[in-house]
């Protein structure tokens, strides 16, 4: 009596072979795209963006997002700041001038000088990041928004 033995041969693309090589496949491409940015801005200027991170603080502490936006977001009792440092007769005499003495219906603060020169850095890294001007936006039925004045 004569017994056969049959052997399965394993294929290489068995299902779970094919499903561990995307999952590694899909987690190199994750890990990239998160780790992009770290890699473009290898070239910042640290000394500026720990200054900005202290002027974001500032911000943060004094609630300045209460009244005022950036990129359209936050108060409405003042100016959208996103691009303040840009704007023509806005030099950085005139915005410390306005923070410490207040102007309209804002309120003067009390800032320490380094506390002023934090936050015109964190406003002019902002400016730095693009435009915003929430004049400019159409909001569309699908809950997003389009860019009308394209320059």
């Known amino acids: 009596m ?7 041969k394993s294929s290489v693309f068995s299902p779970i072979r094919i499903f561990i090589f995307l999952s590694v496949l899909f ?3 994750s890990f990239s795209i ?4 770290l890699r473009e801005n290898e070239n910042i200027n640290v000394k500026n ?5 202290a002027g974001k603080d500032v911000w943060q502490k004094h609630n300045c997002h209460t009244c ?11 100016p959208d ?6 704007k023509p007769g806005y030099s950085e005499v005139f915005l410390k001038a306005v923070i410490s003495n207040g102007m309209g219906q804002m309120p003067p603060f009390d800032l320490t000088n380094q506390e002023k020169e934090d936050l015109l850095v964190f406003l002019q890294e902002m400016n730095e990041t693009g435009t915003a001007n929430p004049q400019d936006y159409s909001p569309q039925l699908n809950g997003t928004f389009t ?4 320059e």
């Not at 963006?49 to 991170?53: E, G, L, R, T, Y």
């Not at 005022?68 to 003042?78: E, I, S």
Request: glycine share 10%; net charge positive; proline share 2%.
């Open 81 to 86: 700041l996103t691009n303040v440092t840009a």
């Open 27 to 29: 987690l190199i491409y």
């Open 34 to 37: 998160y780790l992009k940015p």
């Open 68 to 78: 005022h936006q950036l990129y359209g977001l936050g108060g409405y009792l003042g």
């Open 147 to 150: 860019l009308d004045n394209l």
């Open 49 to 53: 963006s720990k200054q900005a991170a």
């Open 2 to 8: 004569t017994m056969h033995v049959f052997v399965k």
